[in-house]
C-alpha cells in the first residue's frame, strides 16, 4: 500500500464506522440512540482504523 492510502486508513474507517452507527440509529428509532450509535460507531471505525494502520506500517 502506499503512504498517502495508509495515511487514510483512520480517518475512513471512522466514517465507515458513523454510517454504520447511522443505519443502527434509524432502525432502534429512539433519539437517544442515535446519537449513541454514531458516536459508538465513530469509535469503533477509529479502533479498526488505528489496527488497520498498525498492521499495513509495520511492513
Do not use: D, T
Amino acid at each position: 500500500m502506499n503512504k498517502n492510502r495508509i495515511n487514510s486508513l483512520i480517518p475512513l474507517g471512522m466514517v465507515f464506522g458513523s454510517m454504520i452507527g447511522v443505519l443502527v440509529g434509524i432502525f432502534l428509532q429512539q433519539p437517544i440512540a442515535l446519537a449513541f450509535s454514531i458516536s459508538i460507531g465513530a469509535g469503533f471505525g477509529l479502533l479498526v482504523g488505528a489496527v488497520a494502520f498498525s498492521f499495513y506500517s509495520k511492513k
